[in-house]
């Protein structure tokens, strides 16, 4: 690709929102980082990658953690920030790739050929999938979703000045139980390769 291209993809928790990344990724033939960032960071520095991955975009423990003149001993701060030095480093060498999450559109915000999204639904689009994907009863479905949409939006606001869902940080949000996964998808791509084509 001639020019240097990174979308970002934040997702409330059932919407789909992988499955946009990994089209978008498909599509434009670039990387898609998401957990995968885990094996990087673990492969240089040495580490477990099942002990790391505990931490993964989890908000700080507030109980088990310490700050003391600006220092943290927080496992996922320092997750968070290896994270986001990974994209930073990424992006500086003028890699393209979609990345899912890890308050992307905030850390990479200034950088060329960005473009962020953000995928929603409604609950009972969201809980509908999310019990034939994961097995679930409807109030355990219900329940996971509360469950890991708190823990995004906590992660993410806890290192972010932006809001997680909020519509002025993010070029497009759309919501994907209107369409469908790939009706999102379609119209996610035209909006991308919109945007391209203007850059």
Known sequence: MDKQIII???REFGSGGIFVAEAIAKDLNIPLYDKNILEEICAKKGTPHEFLASYNEKPRNRILSRTVRGETNSP???LAQMQFEFLRNKAAQGESFVV???CSEEILKGTPGLINLFILADPEWKQKRVMENFNLSADDALAK???MDKQRK???NSHSQNKWGDSRT???CINSSRLGVEGTVKEV???VHTRIDAL
């Open 170 to 172: 993010y070029d497009l």
């Open 145 to 147: 979703m509360k469950k």
């Open 100 to 102: 899912l999450g890890r």
């Open 189 to 191: 791509l035209h909006y």
């Open 154 to 156: 906590h992660y993410h």
């Open 76 to 78: 996922e701060f320092h």
């Open 8 to 10: 970002t993809v934040g």
